[in-house]
């Protein structure tokens, strides 16, 4: 068991250096003709499969086969940065009163969303990855629990080089480009609703 996880994530933990550790930045910049909104969201922790629940940082050489660049990781399980990011995000729009994570506050909506597609893709192994990000986020009015919209958000970015570097700032742009969609998207449906 132990040799199937060393190829697996590349080190076990204790066998060598740490691991080079990675985050990615929240949104900041938004359109401007965003409403200003008086109700209150929390943000719920992603749904991902096993593959992806993981501070390990995914990629695809084939569609069948998920692996994990060895030693590299996110600063926590990639759904909660995805949570942490998109609170951030939400409060860098300055257009919304509180958002928060479950436990922080009582809200009228709650964003649930799943996190489907979070890899590195590789065509060849000489070639630079794509990036590839795709979240499925659903809006749900409190107290009813009732979705009111749900909608998917895909981007990609083909990263510079084949080192870390490049690859982390392709999966920035990615996932920069579907964190602007949902915050825009989240504000504009809901508020139609409120």
Known sequence: MALGLSACTGLMPGSGPAPDLYTLSPKSSFDTGLPEV?????????????????QSIALRSNALELRYFAGARWIERAPRLVQTLLVESFENTGRIVA????????????????????????????????????????????????????ANFEATARAAGTNMAGIITAFDEAFGKVLRRVVEWTLITADSRS
């Open 99 to 150: 958002v928060g994570r479950a436990a922080d506050l009582r809200s009228d909506f709650n964003l649930k969303s799943e996190l489907r597609e979070f890899q590195a893709e590789y065509e060849s192994e000489a070639a630079p990855p794509l990036i590839r990000v795709r979240l499925n986020a659903k809006i749900v009015q409190q107290p009813q629990r009732e979705i009111i919209a749900s």
């Open 38 to 54: 008086s109700w209150q969201l929390v943000v719920e922790v992603p749904f991902a499969s096993g593959g992806l629940a993981t």
